[in-house]
């Protein structure tokens, strides 16, 4: 039998407060009573950042929730692709700066190479010290090691926009999903007896 009202105990007794943050806290503030399972209680759950994908993997059940998978699924396909295009359209972006940083770290990487053979080159001919010849090596690896965080720095600050805008292309896609499983949330729980 479903309940009149959803409480913060019964979140609770459901074990919702294992998805990472305190649903059952948030919950309890905005509806310290418990709340119906209204049109307008579903979205303001949206706004306050609760689960109601959890609502209704722990609270509908049956025919109900069977219902309600074939109502939601045109809406998870039309997530699916927006997180599908943010992701391509972020590997795109950021492939086009990877190749320029591995080709960065390929010199740089060529540069160290050349600089340690050298150093080995002239401490076997005696030109240089066994002490002369650590050095250098430690000179060349410092330069190496001081280039690749340049280049990966770079890269962070070349991706980061194209990361946020991936970002919030999912944020806004997962809104609009949200809003359109509420109706069939609510007909679900219609449907439950």
């Known amino acids: ?22 649903q059952a806290g948030t919950f309890r503030r905005e509806w310290p009573y418990g709340a119906e399972v209204t049109l307008e209680n579903l979205n303001r759950a949206i706004e306050l950042g609760l689960s109601i994908e959890l ?11 069977e219902a309600y998978r074939k109502a939601e699924a ?14 391509d359209a972020l590997e795109e972006a950021t492939n086009l700066v990877a190749e320029a940083c591995i080709k960065a770290v390929a010199t740089a990487g060529e540069t160290y190479g050349k600089a340690i053979a050298l150093a080995k080159v002239d401490y076997r001919r005696l030109a240089i010290s066994e002490e002369a010849c650590t050095e250098a090596i430690a000179a060349a690896q410092a330069v190496f090691f001081a280039e690749t965080d340049r280049v990966i720095d770079s890269f962070e600050e070349a991706t980061n926009p194209d990361k946020e805008a991936r970002m919030k292309a999912v944020r806004a896609g997962r809104l609009v999903y949200l809003k359109a499983i509420v109706s ?10």
């Open 1 to 22: 039998m479903k309940p009149e009202k959803i409480t913060a105990e019964m979140l609770i007794e459901k074990g919702t407060a294992k998805c990472g943050f305190d």
């Open 55 to 65: 609502f209704v993997e722990k609270f509908v059940s049956g025919p109900a929730k």
């Open 74 to 87: 045109p809406a998870m396909e039309a997530f699916q692709e927006v997180l599908d295009t943010a992701q």
């Open 184 to 193: 069939p949330i609510y007909e679900a729980w219609q449907m439950m007896e």
